[in-house]
């Protein structure tokens, strides 16, 4: 893997085509040692890597809407699964940087009004539950209000005009079965057939807290910034592993203010200086697929 980021580092940015078992491993996550510095080197701190299922995915192209609306998808209830704790924080800071967002919450997020919101906006957020079906890969879905879910197959049975962005926030969401990996059968891909742009999806369960901060700070790298969405979630992902706990508090002060209240004077300057999520586990799930 050095050897190809030393290839790549005069171009800058590549999108890779995986197949077979090579599509279920974070590329963006390789790493090496740097000799000189003593450092672990990552891949996506010399290069820009983005993902598609097909090379005529990754090279298509046509206007962005010019409507720019967001929809957020938080929490569908009720479900069997458990509730999100994280998704009311998650959705509040990353719709503080959206253009003219909605919000579907609870109750709301149903299978019918999501597929109808999916026309009339650009960008979609969905923070809910996700699964991947092993025996039936259509079936993979996101799971709406009433156990009701959003499928694979719903999404390639009808185009979705307009829609430029998608952000799954949600477990597995760019995950397939060893069966289909020749075909990158996805939720993420789905999307794309669908007719987005740009997917970032997970390649595995992640972390509720730390998924929160990586959104909220993907969109404001992301509209305040300038970033692409490509560019926005590497420079999350950065600032996630390698932030401190006080800059992460400054971000979601809301977020961490039960804990602070606890802490005594010494624990706390410790905790400020604290590194958690320097673990690829907490960063490394999520790429961009599609058009970077």
Avoid at 172 to 192: I, K, Q, R, S
Avoid at 221 to 229: A, D, Q, V
């Amino acid at each position: 893997m050095e050897q190809l980021v030393d290839l790549l580092l005069p171009v800058g940015k590549a999108v890779l085509v995986p197949v077979g078992f090579a599509s279920m491993v974070p590329w963006h996550a390789a790493f090496g040692r740097d000799q000189k510095s003593q450092t672990t080197r990552y891949a996506m701190d010399e290069i820009l890597l983005t993902y598609a299922p097909t090379a005529r995915a990754a090279s298509a192209r046509r206007l962005l809407s010019p409507d720019g609306s967001t929809l957020f998808i938080e929490d569908p209830q009720p479900v069997s699964l458990s509730s999100l704790p994280f998704a009311a924080a998650e959705v509040e800071l990353a719709r503080q940087w959206a253009p003219d967002p909605t919000v579907l919450r609870h109750e709301q997020a149903t299978r019918e009004a999501t597929l109808a919101k999916l026309h009339q906006i650009s960008i979609a957020h969905f923070a809910c539950h996700a699964t991947f079906a092993v025996e039936h890969p259509l079936a993979a879905h996101l799971l709406m209000a009433d156990d009701v879910p959003l499928t694979l197959r719903d999404l390639l049975t009808e185009p979705i005009d307009g829609l430029d962005y998608v952000v799954l926030s949600a477990c597995d969401t760019a995950v397939t079965t060893a069966d289909e990996m020749d075909e990158m059968t996805t939720l993420a891909t789905g999307f794309l057939a669908a007719g987005a742009i740009g997917v970032i999806a997970s390649m595995w369960a992640v972390p509720d807290a730390s998924t929160c901060l990586l959104m909220s700070h993907i969109y404001r790298g992301w509209r305040e910034h300038g970033k692409s969405p490509a560019e926005a979630l590497r420079a999350a992902q950065q600032w996630l592993r390698n932030g401190t706990n006080a800059e992460k508090a400054l971000l979601a002060p809301d977020l961490y203010a039960p804990l602070l209240q606890r802490l005594t004077p010494l624990s706390k300057r410790l905790w400020d200086e604290a590194c958690p999520h320097r673990h690829p586990y907490y960063w490394a799930a999520f790429a961009y697929f599609g058009v970077p």
